[in-house]
């Protein structure tokens, strides 16, 4: 691409930048929020295999009186 064809596109591409940088940062707010989920899930199952050894311990009494 010739020097005159690049500085013909310089204009538009400054001004799709700044669309460009907003969808990066909601991308990356997206991304911090799916990770937030995440973490969240990790914690309730590492909680729930914490219980469940009492509860299955509550279950066998019960059950065999």
Known sequence: ????????????AAQSFPTAA???LDSAELFLTSAESFTGSAE???GNAKVFP???ELLLTDSCG
């Open 54 to 56: 009492t509860m299955l």
């Open 1 to 12: 691409m010739s020097k005159l064809a690049i500085a013909k596109l310089l204009p538009t």
């Open 22 to 24: 907003q969808s990066f």
């Open 44 to 46: 309730s199952i590492t």
